[in-house]
């Protein structure tokens, strides 16, 4: 489930707080001022290759998502009844029901990047339902995500819809009480855990660090939160407001923690894609800094194919059951970070970007490296 930026110590975001970009094609105007950047014969090589895998197709969309919606009701209808049956049982159909609920996230997803409806109001209208849902306010979450695929992978634009990642450089200017925050930020246990429950739970409810200006987004903020607290009214005069948390919260607290870490993986890995702005390129962060994680076919559908990650990066215009196809039928898409289930769960260790090597370490490996005089 991507999210639109865990928040964390940052001191790189306020200094570079860009504005929005055209998330469904590359930046190319900066192919203008430097060679290193996009170029107009790259773009046309990656538009000849991915545009015939452009757009929606309603009806596929439509069905996709209406079965979907329908299973998950009930799921959860299932987990009301196994109240009376005991609670075990509850918690248990709550992982199913969390995977239907991210398979919906990825819908609203697409929707936020255009490929899912033809429509940009009826997209709009199911991204904003399901916002509710998945507790992300729609046009907040379209808005931030767009600056993450505008910007993936370049350390002079590390903004909303990133988790926090500091070169050793950063990390090594941070006081001592700044680079516990960051620790502890970085810590598995936390990101996975509380911190990808308070950002849904508590930071989308009012995202603080988001400009005024933003009219538009906060006003989805607010519709949201209104239509959350319009179901908690119903739940009171109807199954009764501890009954809802019973079983909301589980599936909740299950796909917070299961999507902010397939957004993690996608992104952080050793040999990630990191440069400064002047030598970033947006097609080589695409194919080179966002993994393919080759997920089991069962986790793969109810992820929506979001593990072709570097598909999608190359280009957000492709709806997520057009992916697979894209992905096999053109083989210079083989380039990208293969990764398997297991690969994913061995870079929770990763939290510092070595920019003399080149790769994203673990705070052992700092240590080890300023110990052997690699750091000063």
């Known amino acids: 489930m991507h999210h639109s930026g865990l928040s964390g110590p940052d001191p790189v975001r306020d200094r570079n707080r860009p504005s929005e970009s055209n998330y469904a094609s590359p930046p190319t105007k900066r192919a203008k001022t430097n060679t290193m950047k996009t170029d107009r014969e790259q773009v046309r090589h990656w538009k000849k290759v991915l545009s015939p895998y452009f757009g929606p197709d309603n009806r596929r969309?439509?069905?996709?998502?209406?079965?979907?919606?329908?299973?998950?009701?009930?799921?959860?209808?299932?987990?009301?009844?196994?109240?009376?049956?005991?609670?075990?049982?509850?918690?248990?159909?709550?992982?199913?029901?969390?995977?239907?609920?991210?398979?919906?996230?990825?819908?609203?997803?697409?929707?936020?990047?255009?490929?899912?409806?033809?429509?940009?109001?009826?997209?709009?209208?199911?991204?904003?339902?399901?916002?509710?849902?998945t507790l992300t306010p729609y046009h907040y979450w379209r808005k931030t995500h767009a600056l993450h695929h505008a910007h993936a992978g370049d350390l002079d634009l590390r903004s909303f819809g990133d988790i926090t990642t500091l070169t050793v450089k950063e990390y090594e200017a941070l006081s001592f009480r700044q680079r516990f925050w960051y620790r502890l930020y970085r810590n598995p246990v936390f990101l996975f855990g509380p911190g990808a429950s308070f950002q849904f739970i508590v930071k989308h409810r009012f995202p603080w660090d988001?400009?005024?200006?933003?009219?538009?987004?906060?006003?989805?903020?607010?519709?949201?939160?209104?239509?959350?607290?319009?179901?908690?009214?119903?739940?009171?005069?109807?199954?009764?407001?501890?009954?809802?948390?019973?079983?909301?919260?589980?599936?909740?607290?299950?796909?917070?923690?299961?999507?902010?870490?397939?957004?993690?993986?996608?992104?952080?890995?050793?040999?990630?894609?990191?440069?400064?702005?002047?030598?970033?390129?947006?097609?080589?962060?695409?194919?080179?800094?966002?993994?393919?994680?080759?997920?089991?076919?069962?986790?793969?559908?109810?992820?929506?194919?979001?593990?072709?990650?570097?598909?999608?990066?190359?280009?957000?215009?492709?709806?997520?059951?057009r992916l697979q196809r894209c992905h096999d039928e053109n083989p210079e898409l083989w380039e990208a970070p293969r990764m398997t289930l297991w690969d994913g769960i061995k870079t929770l260790h990763l939290s510092l970007w070595d920019e003399g090597r080149r790769k994203l370490i673990s705070f052992r490996e700092y240590r080890r490296l300023r110990t052997a005089g690699a750091h000063p």
């Open 61 to 133: 969309s439509a069905w996709q998502m209406g079965y979907t919606a329908v299973l998950f009701l009930g799921a959860w209808g299932l987990m009301y009844w196994s109240l009376g049956v005991g609670y075990w049982l509850t918690l248990l159909l709550a992982f199913p029901a969390a995977g239907l609920l991210m398979r919906l996230f990825m819908f609203q997803h697409d929707c936020g990047h255009g490929s899912y409806f033809k429509s940009h109001r009826l997209a709009c209208v199911a991204g904003s339902v399901i916002g509710v849902l």
């Open 210 to 321: 988001v400009p005024k200006a933003w009219k538009r987004e906060w006003r989805s903020v607010w519709w949201t939160n209104a239509a959350l607290v319009t179901i908690l009214a119903a739940a009171w005069f109807t199954i009764g407001i501890g009954p809802l948390l019973m079983i909301q919260l589980p599936i909740t607290f299950i796909s917070c923690a299961i999507g902010v870490w397939l957004f993690y993986v996608q992104h952080q890995f050793e040999d990630a894609y990191w440069h400064w702005h002047e030598d970033w390129n947006y097609f080589d962060a695409g194919l080179h800094g966002s993994s393919f994680l080759k997920l089991p076919k069962v986790l793969q559908w109810f992820t929506a194919n979001i593990g072709l990650h570097h598909v999608h990066h190359l280009s957000a215009r492709i709806p997520n059951y």
